[in-house]
Nanobody, 130 residues
């Protein structure tokens, strides 16, 4: 059974940094057919994609709101996918989820359609104070 477990959330002041990590188990990787992503959600709003990475090419894709501040990476062991978050603002406050999908990324880009990611972690809270 595929399992994703996030860690690293917490509280930080604006301008600070956090690093989230997602431990992945029992997941089958196929070159060019796997996408891993980080999403976030605040109460009352839809879950939105933050960053994604394609297995094999390592191509990373970011939402405009985090571009230049967040960095997604996958360990060589393939067992974790991390999200380094710098220059945090209060607008980044949310529950953060990692997700895994097995689909061919269009144009090499792993998109943010939640329906394409069948596997999800339980989430980790990030709170940024002004």
């Amino acid at each position: 059974q595929v399992r994703l477990v996030e860690s690293g959330g917490g509280s930080v002041q604006a301008g600070g940094s956090l690093r989230l990590s997602c431990a992945i188990s029992s997941y089958t990787y196929t070159w060019g057919r796997n996408c891993l992503g980080w999403f976030r959600q605040v109460p009352g709003k839809e879950r939105e994609g933050v960053a994604s990475i394609a297995y094999g090419t390592g191509y990373a894709y970011y939402a405009d709101s985090v571009k230049g501040r967040f960095t997604i990476s996958q360990a060589n062991s393939k067992n974790t996918v991390d999200l380094q978050m710098d220059s945090l603002s209060s607008e980044d406050t949310a529950m953060y989820y990692c997700a895994a999908g097995q689909f061919i990324p269009i144009g090499g880009v792993c998109g943010f359609r939640t329906g394409e990611y069948p596997y999800w972690g339980q989430g980790t809270q990030v709170t940024v104070s002004p």
